[in-house]
């Protein structure tokens, strides 16, 4: 006697579900009241804006004006490098500690929800935001108002990661350092800190490339770098300098984040050798 073919599952879940999806995304297109039409017009106008943009590319950099349109180019990038690390260390100093009190395995319940809820509150808010709302008063239109929003930003997104670098890590060595009788402080610095810290500076890192993409949009409201240089190029419809600019902004990060990819990816490998040869 054969035993009978168990019954096929229902596609009812699946297509109710299906469903839910693409009605959400109709409503959200129709929400945004859009010329949809115009899309059909969108391949001839980048051929149209890729040629003006390129037009300076082709022309002898080291001829007037062409040389100072790079050299203007790479001191507002230069301008752009040195706001995102100036960023970055700020968020880097401060969001450590952060990121101790929100772990659940190393601060108590109730440190951990505030500090939780204060590195939420602060991914909450954009960093242009911080920058005109708080920073715009007090420093004015100046680079520094762009760093320390681009700080503060970074505090949200790296206390979180530290934090839970930190309940993931191998309870072995701080289990045997409690053992022997250490104190809170060391076990946090030699059981904890030594095995989460390649992981957290890779963060930092990965977080220097976002910040610098941060930067060119923060300087589209006058706070300097890259991007206050396009504000002004746009617009003056000046698209040959445009397109250098943009030209250096791609070319260096590219640069900048091979270069991060290659020391996070040294680090970590590192970490996970020596991880190899304890255990």
């Given at each position: 006697m054969s035993t009978p073919r168990p019954a096929a599952p229902s596609k009812v879940p699946a297509t109710i579900a299906f469903v839910a999806v693409a009605a959400v995304v109709i409503g959200c297109a129709v929400a945004l009241r859009a010329d949809w039409a115009a899309l059909l017009g969108?391949?001839?106008?980048l051929v149209t804006y890729a040629r003006l943009l390129t037009e300076g590319f082709w022309?002898?950099?080291?001829?007037?004006?062409?040389?100072?349109?790079?050299?203007?180019?790479?001191?507002?990038?230069?301008d752009s490098l040195s706001i995102a690390w100036i960023g970055t260390l700020i968020g880097a100093i401060l969001s450590l500690p952060l990121g101790f009190a929100a772990a659940r395995n190393v601060a108590p319940a109730w440190l951990v929800w505030i500090t939780r809820?204060?590195?939420?509150?602060?991914r909450a808010i954009p960093e242009f935001i911080l920058a005109i709302v708080?920073?715009?008063?007090?420093?004015?239109?100046?680079?520094?108002?762009?760093?320390?929003?681009?700080?503060?930003?970074?505090?949200?997104?790296l206390g979180k990661l530290t934090s839970e670098a930190l309940e993931d890590l191998s309870p072995g060595p701080v289990e045997a350092l409690r053992a022997t009788g250490a104190s809170g402080l060391s076990v946090l610095r030699w059981g904890m800190l030594p095995q989460v810290m390649p992981e957290i500076v890779s963060f930092w890192l990965y977080r220097f490339e976002v910040n610098i993409r941060?930067?060119?949009?923060?300087?589209?409201?006058?706070?300097?770098?890259?991007?206050?240089?396009?504000?002004?190029?746009?617009?003056?419809?000046?698209?040959?300098?445009?397109?250098?600019a943009l030209l250096v902004t791609v070319v260096v990060t590219i640069i900048v984040d091979q270069l991060s990819a290659a020391v996070r990816h040294r680090i970590i490998g590192t970490e996970q050798l020596t991880h190899r040869e304890v255990f």
């Open positions: 969108l391949p001839e106008r022309a002898n950099p080291f001829a007037d004006p062409q040389r100072e349109w790079w050299a203007v180019a790479f001191d507002f990038m230069l809820t204060l590195l939420n509150v602060i708080f920073l715009l008063p007090l420093f004015g239109f100046h680079p520094a108002a762009g760093a320390i929003a681009l700080g503060i930003g970074s505090v949200g997104t941060a930067g060119a949009i923060l300087g589209m409201l006058g706070l300097g770098g890259i991007g206050f240089l396009f504000d002004q190029l746009f617009n003056g419809r000046e698209w040959a300098r445009a397109g250098i």
